[in-house]
């Protein structure tokens, strides 16, 4: 069955900090990868996609993703975060055609 | 200009009776998604219409779930019969398109079943 799997439910980290959000996907075929991000009463925002080329991805806030096909994952990563990155995350995959398979999420907490 | 929009943004039933979920996807976009997100599941897909295709419908929990798409626009998520197991945030996404494009997620609708 077609999954992700998001490895860490919840990330405390300190302000300035790197982090990164593991997400790992299960699949032989070609797949669109997606980070999504939910801040607290808000609704879901597209973070970065990756389609096709290159492997590393950047996206909005400083965020980027990196593409591992042998290890079939798409682990998020910011050199150095801030308060407002408080949030969680999700991890989505699309297989084949457009509907999105989403991880449990990760709760990414920044501590001043 | 507007993003997707739904409606209502709560709504409390008591259990037993039948629900409407309304969603208005961004204006050109052919593609249009339902998602349930809730504590125990998480997001969950439910169906997704794309033009005059056959809509998607392998998410859909029960047969007491159905939706619809008039005009290519337009969509309502139907709850007949609801649960307490069917509280949950209903979200609608719209693309442009499917295979890749971004999903334009609106701000849901909390039901909650009583």
């Known amino acids: 069955a077609q999954s992700v799997t998001q490895l860490d439910s919840q990330v405390p980290v300190f302000e300035e900090a790197p982090v990164e959000l593991r997400c790992n996907y299960s699949s032989s075929v070609s797949v669109y990868l997606f980070w999504y991000v939910q801040y607290p009463n808000q609704g879901l925002q597209l973070l970065l996609k990756y389609l096709s080329g290159s492997t590393l991805v950047k996206g909005i806030n400083g965020f980027e993703a990196e593409f591992n096909k042998s290890q079939t994952s798409f682990h998020l990563r910011k050199p150095s975060v801030h308060i407002s990155d408080t949030a969680e995350y999700f991890c989505a995959v699309s297989y084949q055609g457009g509907k999105l398979i989403f991880g449990q999420g990760t709760e990414l907490s920044v501590k001043p | 200009g507007a993003g997707v929009s739904q409606s209502p943004s709560n709504k409390v039933t008591e259990k037993g009776k039948d629900v409407e979920l309304r969603c208005d996807p961004i204006?050109?976009?052919?593609?249009l998604y339902w998602y349930r997100q809730s504590l125990g599941q998480g997001l969950e897909f439910l169906i997704y219409f794309q033009g005059n295709s056959a809509p998607d419908k392998s998410g859909l929990p029960s047969d007491r779930f159905s939706a619809e798409r008039t005009g290519g626009s337009v969509s309502t998520l139907t709850i007949q019969r609801t649960q307490q197991e069917d509280s949950a945030v209903y979200l609608c996404?719209?693309?442009?398109?499917?295979?890749?494009?971004?999903?334009?997620f609106g701000p849901g609708t909390r039901l909650l079943v009583l």
């Open positions: 204006s050109g976009h052919t593609a």
């Open positions: 996404a719209s693309s442009r398109r499917q295979g890749g494009e971004t999903q334009y």
